[in-house]
T-cell receptor, first 113, second 112 residues
Framework: KAGVTQTPRYLIKTRGQQVTLSCSPI?????VSWYQQTPGQGLQFLFE???????NKGNFPGRFSGRQFSNSRSEMNVSTLELGDSALYLC????????????FGPGTRLTVT | TQLLEQSPQFLSIQEGENLTVYCNSS?????LQWYRQEPGEGPVLLVT?????EVKKLKRLTFQFGDARKDSSLHITAAQPGDTGLYLC????????????FGKGTRLSVIA
């Protein structure tokens, strides 16, 4: 099976801009979670989608949003970028509601200048 | 808020040495997972433990889940440079209800 893919791998944006990141889960996986990883805070949960519905949301401001499509692909959007949004954004897929085993993509490295 | 504390934060050892890293919490988890992350990549799942007292072995890696399901350890025997990476533990609090809680990781460097 192909793994989780994320695009783009690297992105440089300016403060105030917005960005959209994309994630394609493993075929057959219906759950997609997004995480922000920084050296100081580690992996922080952003949100989880299952069958196009947001199931859980982490403690991030409303500038961070996401969605999931009927083919399970997911996108996350960050509006009005701030310098502190510079991070590695990781997407992970899992088989379903009862499965906690996460399969991660390589991440998108976002740099905000 | 459930937290997972990992120790040590950093570990630098010589090839061939043994090491243990720890993952502790005051909360009970229904299952716990260990991941390894290499630079520029996403974390890769190594193992899931679900039963208190459970021990799992993966070649030179031994994982243990505490009896009370509040802590876990990862022991590496005869470490190799290929073991270098960030080791993350993650706990599932309630099946199907809440997202995984991740520790901040132990960064291991194995020097040849």
């Amino acid at each position: 099976k192909a793994g989780v893919t994320q695009t783009p791998r690297y992105l440089i944006k300016t403060r105030g801009q917005q960005v959209t990141l994309s994630c394609s889960p493993i075929s057959g996986h219906r759950s997609v979670s997004w995480y922000q990883q920084t050296p100081g805070q580690g992996l922080q949960f952003l949100f989880e989608y299952f069958s196009e519905t947001q199931r859980n949301k982490g403690n991030f401001p409303g500038r961070f949003s996401g969605r999931q499509f009927s083919n399970s692909r997911s996108e996350m959007n960050v509006s009005t970028l701030e310098l502190g949004d510079s991070a590695l954004y990781l997407c992970a897929s899992s088989a379903g509601l009862a499965s906690y085993e996460q399969y991660f993509g390589p991440g998108t490295r976002l740099t905000v200048t | 808020t459930q937290l997972l504390e990992q120790s040590p934060q950093f570990l630098s050892i010589q090839e061939g040495e043994n090491l243990t890293v720890y993952c502790n919490s005051s909360s009970v988890f229904s299952s716990l997972q260990w991941y390894r992350q290499e630079p520029g990549e996403g974390p890769v799942l190594l193992v899931t433990v679900v039963t208190g007292g459970e021990v799992k072995k993966l070649k030179r890696l031994t994982f243990q889940f505490g009896d009370a399901r509040k802590d876990s350890s990862l022991h590496i025997t005869a470490a190799q440079p290929g073991d270098t990476g960030l080791y993350l533990c993650a706990g599932a609090a309630t099946p199907g209800n809440t997202p995984l809680v991740f520790g901040k990781g132990t960064r291991l460097s194995v020097i040849a």
